[in-house]
């Protein structure tokens, strides 16, 4: 795990420890005991790691810099590629002396500028202060896969791994953003550069951001395409399993530092029962001679629960498996946590196990997981994208009465309860038109969007002249209107749900809560450039989902995992909060008083739902969205609203300076 935090101020004078510290110590969690600091006239930077730096000589080893002192980095990730880039420098004449990651990337700048971005393949946030222009670079990985953030304060530049490593400077208030709320509100997560605070910004996955004397230039070295074609290349199958073979080996291996001795974390693996981690943990296997380790999640709610399936493929290859039993009530006790290392408003509880599962990892020993994550972006996994074939096969026949039908088979794994009807099928076909850009989303933002009902009538006035689907709309590439509509979907879910979601939310915040590193092979830039040039047939045929990815299973998993249907990972939300055993915060927290003083929601909307939740009356999809969202805001309020003040107590500096 690693993370990193920075100051650099427009006047001379330098950056308090006692500043770097607070900002450091916020986010301890991600490596505080191996952390190394750099210090000078004007900057400050501390980068923070779990493993892979090992001191030569005794002491915290000091940042690398290159070009006589003048340039000096901060890496928090990995770099996969970080061997081939270090032969391509040393064939150029550079020498590196500790071979780290870090110094790669700063003897990269210094060869090849900001085009060493274009250069980097891994999961990484990189802070690059150039004393010979004054210029700091802030960039993130392609994914989004770790995050930064930043803010700037009469011309200063504050940032972090997280939010709250801002905060903690005291320097950089925290305060409501209204419109990332609605965001959050509207796609489920603020979309980059946006967050729910106020003046704290996070760079795009695959963006960077130049900070020069107080002024910010912002821009881009990736964008994803889709350049499909029109038949599937003869041995696209192998190529397939080539390029997964490849990414596994190098998530397995040294997490892109070399230090004197270095020091690696044993590699384990999150099993779901689905044929993404499956492959996965299969390809893993075999690289770990001592068998891996591989931790699985497991719910009372049978509709949750996917025990046998993990049990099964543990015996059949010989991992060491651990299950975490989860309960309904560990979810609603631990929310409060998981809401703080979200730092920002969830519509679900699914963090929660995965929170614990990081923590079950940690204790045994194991610092990094391999996941499936990536997969359905890259090779159409999600039921998003079958909406968009049923959506597309009903309108060729509006007046049929059997096609709408189909819908009813998109989601299985729910309640026969929640699904199916004429109000399920029409909120498909009525979304929108086909010529909105967004049309293959807009049924899933019209759902998401019904937490809005609860507004108050405050937020409801500071919203006005506001519509985030117009500024997305806005925002997409010139190109995007020739990719097919399954493309555009992908590229939708790539750039919006993955990185604010299901990497920033889920994975990322809840396996670094740990010191855990989540690595994710499916995100690897070459395979998933490959699976976007691959023809949409190739990754759902009619209803089956990821098909190319099937088709290599077979030759790996016993055949009923490697066709067996997506179930994504839920958990508890009505059993988490309701009535009974419920968590001993949730009375106060949704007293009328403290909607009020809050002030996003109405008092007496929020009243009855919660009179609804108490009373077993609530059950439907959208009054669960609602109560964790309405939750887990009062939550986050709580925690970095009102009790921004307990980052401003006093505390001690961490490891040495070196200058």
């Not at 222009?133 to 993130?140: E, I, K, M, P, Y």
């Not at 910010?216 to 041995?235: D, F, K, N």
């Not at 291996?253 to 001795?261: D, L, S, T």
Request: with cysteine.
């Amino acid at each position: 795990m690693a993370g990193l935090v920075g100051v650099v101020r427009v006047e001379g004078g330098g950056v308090a420890g006692e500043v770097l510290g607070r900002m450091a110590s916020s986010v301890r969690y991600r490596g505080l005991e191996r952390a190394r600091w750099y210090v000078g006239e004007r900057l400050g930077l501390v980068e923070l790691r779990h493993w892979g730096v090992s001191a030569v000589g005794g002491g915290e080893p000091a940042l690398p810099w290159r070009a006589d002192g003048r340039v000096v980095g901060v890496l928090a990730g990995e770099l996969y590629n970080r061997g081939e880039l270090a032969r391509r420098l040393e064939a150029l004449g550079e020498q590196l002396y500790e071979g780290s990651a870090t110094e790669v990337l700063v003897a990269g700048y210094v060869v090849w500028g900001r085009r060493v971005l274009e250069l980097l393949e891994g999961q990484f946030a990189l802070a690059l202060h150039d004393a010979r222009d004054g210029s700091v670079l802030l960039a993130r990985d392609r994914f989004g896969a770790a995050p930064l953030y930043y803010a700037l304060r009469q011309g200063d530049l504050y940032f972090g791994s997280e939010a709250k490593a801002l905060f903690a400077s005291g320097e950089v208030e925290a305060e409501p953003d209204v419109r990332g709320l609605d965001e959050v509100f509207t796609f489920g997560g603020a979309r980059a550069p946006r967050t729910p605070f106020r003046g704290v910004w996070q760079v795009e996955p695959g963006g960077w951001v130049r900070w020069r004397w107080g002024r910010v230039e912002l821009g881009r070295y990736h964008e994803p395409s889709y350049p499909e074609e029109r038949e599937e290349p003869p041995g696209a199958v192998d190529e397939l399993g080539e390029l997964l073979g490849a990414s596994v080996a190098a998530r397995l291996g040294p997490g892109g530092e070399e230090v004197g001795a270095p020091v690696e974390p044993e590699v384990g693996a999150f099993l779901s029962g689905g044929v993404d981690s499956s492959v996965v943990c299969v390809l893993a296997g075999g690289g770990v001679p001592d068998g891996l380790r591989v931790y699985s999640a497991s719910f009372d709610e049978p509709s949750l629960d996917e025990r046998s399936y993990q049990e099964a493929l543990a015996r059949r290859y010989g991992w060491r498996h651990e299950i975490e039993r989860v309960s309904a009530a560990e979810v609603g006790a631990v929310f409060p946590t998981v809401v703080r290392h979200a730092e920002t408003p969830l519509l679900g509880t699914t963090p929660a196990p995965i929170y614990l599962l990081a923590r079950r990892a940690r204790a045994g020993g194991v610092g990094a997981v391999l996941t499936g994550e990536g997969a359905d972006e890259a090779f159409l996994g999600q039921e998003i994208f079958k909406e968009v074939s049923v959506r597309r096969f009903c309108l060729r026949s509006p007046d049929s009465l059997w096609r709408p039908l189909l819908f009813d088979r998109l989601y299985p794994y729910l309640g026969v309860g929640s699904r199916g009807g004429e109000f399920w099928r029409r909120h498909f076909l009525d979304a929108g038109p086909e010529t909105d850009p967004l049309c293959t989303h807009l049924p899933r933002f019209g759902l998401i969007s019904r937490i809005k009902e609860f507004y108050s009538a405050e937020m409801r006035d500071a919203l006005l002249c506001w519509d985030p689907l117009e500024e997305l709309r806005s925002s997409l590439p010139r190109e995007f209107g020739s990719w097919s509509p399954h493309d555009r979907a992908a590229y939708l879910e790539t750039t919006l749900t993955l990185p604010s979601q299901r990497l920033g939310a889920e994975w990322e915040r809840m396996t670094a809560a740990h010191g855990v590193m989540g690595r994710h092979p499916f995100l690897d830039g070459r395979l998933f450039d490959f699976a976007a040039a691959l023809p949409v047939r190739s990754k759902l045929r009619v209803l089956e989902e990821k098909e190319i990815l099937r088709r290599w299973a077979r030759r790996v998993l016993p055949a009923e995992a490697a066709g067996r249907a997506r179930q994504p990972l839920r958990a508890p939300v009505f059993p988490a909060f309701r009535a009974g055993t419920p968590p001993d915060y949730l009375p106060e927290l949704l007293e009328p008083a403290a909607i009020r003083r809050v002030g996003i929601f109405d008092g007496a909307a929020v009243a009855e739902l919660a009179r609804r939740c108490r009373a077993g009356e609530a059950c439907d999809y959208l009054e669960s969205q609602a109560l964790v969202a309405i939750i887990s805001t009062q939550l986050w309020h709580s925690s970095f609203i009102q009790e921004t003040t307990r980052w401003l107590q006093p505390m001690q500096p961490i490891g040495s300076v070196h200058p």
